[in-house]
């Protein structure tokens, strides 16, 4: 699966039309107020022959970015744009409905160096996070991989309280690892792809665990241990334990307390759940680990069946990963 198969590729596109020849601009929402249509760090890249990739306002201001753009690619200097509905020009381009937004435009090669592009894109590939800090009253940016915990965590880019620095968050994709193949993991995988996961199926039962049952889905059929070892956890993984099996769930459990995953979650009654912590204690796992658990797995929405059952996990995972 190609980079551009799991998250946006604009700064590779910037990159790669950059070193054509073609010339490349960035465009990044840095701000936002009212209804304005694109979350921020939403991006946009404009080639010097007009070629565009990416939104920064679902097709409201693009138009007028692009002009300023092909200006910022002829002088080199970065530009920052503001429209919103007092502004004539926003109008004319189609912002309406109380929205404002500030884009950023920097030209790569001039306001934005090709050497910051290129590092920013290899953490990509490497799915490592990293964030490229830039000041909006002017100075090279430059690219930081520590300092913003909650930025990271939160995947949120913004402007720092100083007002002048902006911080656009470039975060792996998120991944879900699911320990059993069962009906409900079914559901969720489908589910959770849409919602911009990456799922992955980990369970030594082959018969639970096979491609007739989870198409087009990375299946690890180690034991949870070790596939969880494997596949690697990192601070964008939720981990969900569907078994309802100690012996599957409990290695899984103990691999997750030591992660930074930011969500875990086990399938259970109420009495199977006290019997877990039951056992988790008495295995010498602390009560500030063993409440990072959430059991029984997804929120209170009354579910019924496989489907809806999913559905609650992924929004407690989504509520989750959005509030903390």
Request: hydrophobic share 45%; charged share 20%; with cysteine.
């Amino acid at each position: 699966m190609t980079i551009s198969d799991r998250f946006d590729d604009i700064p590779e596109r910037a990159l790669t039309w950059h070193r054509a020849g073609r010339g490349a601009a960035l465009a990044t929402v840095v701000e936002t107020w009212g209804s304005a249509p694109r979350r921020v760090g939403s991006m946009l890249v404009i080639s010097g022959d007009g070629e565009m990739a990416g939104s920064v306002s679902g097709g409201c201001v693009e138009g007028a970015v692009v002009v300023e753009a092909m200006e910022a690619l002829e002088d080199g200097k970065p530009r920052l744009l503001e429209y919103g509905v007092s502004d004539g020009d926003a109008f004319a381009v189609g912002l309406a409905c109380g929205g404002t937004i500030r884009v950023l435009v920097q030209p790569v090669g001039a306001a934005l160096p090709e050497a910051v592009l290129a590092e920013l894109v290899a953490h990509r590939a490497a799915r490592t996070p990293a964030a490229l800090v830039t000041g909006l009253d002017g100075g090279t940016p430059t690219l930081a991989t520590e300092g913003y915990a909650q930025r990271f965590r939160l995947d949120r880019s913004g402007v720092e309280e100083d007002g002048t620095t902006f911080v656009a968050i470039h975060n792996p994709p998120l991944q879900m690892v699911i320990v059993g193949g069962v009906h409900i993991a079914q559901a969720l995988v489908p589910m959770a792809r849409i919602a911009g996961f990456d799922p992955i199926i980990l369970d030594p039962r082959e018969s639970f665990a096979n491609e007739s049952r989870f198409p087009e889905t990375r299946i690890v059929t180690d034991w949870p241990d070790e596939g969880l070892d494997r596949i690697g956890i990192h601070a964008r993984t939720a981990l969900v334990l569907l078994t309802h099996d100690p012996k599957l769930d409990d290695p899984a459990l103990m691999r997750g307390f030591d992660s930074p995953a930011f969500y875990i979650g086990a399938l259970g009654s109420t009495r199977t759940h006290a019997k877990r912590v039951e056992r988790l204690t008495a295995a010498g796992i602390s009560a500030d680990n063993i409440a990072r658990l959430d059991a029984p797995v997804g929120m209170d929405i009354g579910a019924s069946g496989p489907a809806e059952i999913a559905v609650s996990i992924l929004a407690q995972v989504i509520k989750t990963l959005r509030q903390g």
